[in-house]
């Protein structure tokens, strides 16, 4: 059963840094298109950061030059470095893995485009 489990989740202050950690199931293929949504309260997912199994990293424009997604094929893990934390990145952080490669090198990666997720971690920035 393909499986998905995020870590590294927790509580920060304003301007701190985390790391979440996503490992994936031998049925999660290395060659998947592998990323991180966001949920944040009282609003929908929203697309974060989307890599393809060469290292090619796309990232929204709310989380660029803060966030960076990273991917290790041979661990079959992703990771997703956060930097300089605002209150507004507080949400639950979902890995989610897409069997259709070429998503990939869309603009933005819709929830729709995943068939697999992470049960999420939870993220809190606070002042």
């Known amino acids: 059963q393909a499986q998905l489990m995020e870590s590294g989740g927790g509580s920060v202050q304003v301007g701190g840094s985390l790391r979440l950690s996503c490992g994936a199931s031998?049925?999660?293929?290395?060659?998947?298109?592998m990323g991180w949504f966001r949920q944040r309260p009282g609003k929908e997912r929203e697309w974060v950061a989307t890599?393809?199994?060469?290292?090619?990293?796309s990232v929204s424009d709310s989380v660029k030059g803060r966030f960076t997604i990273s991917r290790d094929n041979a661990k079959n893990m992703v990771y997703l470095q956060m930097n300089s934390l605002k209150p507004e990145d507080t949400a639950t952080y979902y890995c989610?893995?897409?069997?259709?490669?070429?998503?990939?090198?869309?603009?933005?990666?819709?929830?729709?485009?995943?068939?697999?997720w992470g049960q999420g971690t939870q993220v809190i920035v606070s002042s």
């Open positions: 989610a893995a897409d069997p259709l490669v070429s998503d990939c090198y869309e603009d933005s990666w819709s929830p729709t485009y995943a068939g697999y």
């Open positions: 031998r049925e999660i293929h290395t060659n998947y298109c």
């Open positions: 890599i393809d199994s060469y290292g090619s990293a």
